[in-house]
């Protein structure tokens, strides 16, 4: 079994910054990928970005030189800045864990940005 918190969504106006955090706990392998997705109202889930426990990133090119997306291992959390927000960056926010291809899902944080 896998948990995962995840915390720092809000309200933010365009061009400010907001960091999520999300913090695992449970039967966690060392070798895994942590990231996030975001689901804007009427539209399906979409890959952020994501990041392995060896450090290698994959990331939207919507996202590209705003997001920023790390992790400690150590705290089995991954975070993500988000700076230079725009209106379209809207949604929640979730943030999965995968380990062998097998994926955990937190909650979901929202996310508003408003122009």
């Known amino acids: 079994q896998v948990q995962l918190v995840e915390s720092g969504g809000g309200l933010v106006q365009a061009g400010g910054s907001l960091r999520l955090s999300c913090a695992a706990s449970g039967s966690i392998f060392s070798i895994n990928v942590m990231g996030w997705y975001r689901q804007a109202p009427g539209k399906q889930r979409e890959l952020v970005a994501h990041i392995t426990t060896a450090g290698t990133i994959n990331c939207a090119d919507s996202v590209k030189g705003r997001f920023t997306i790390s992790r400690d291992n150590a705290k089995n959390t991954v975070y993500l800045q988000m700076n230079s927000l725009k209106p379209e960056d809207t949604g929640v926010y979730y943030c999965?864990?995968?380990?062998?291809?097998?994926?955990?899902w937190g909650q979901g944080t929202q996310v508003t940005v408003t122009s």
């Open positions: 999965h864990l995968d380990i062998f291809g097998r994926r955990s």
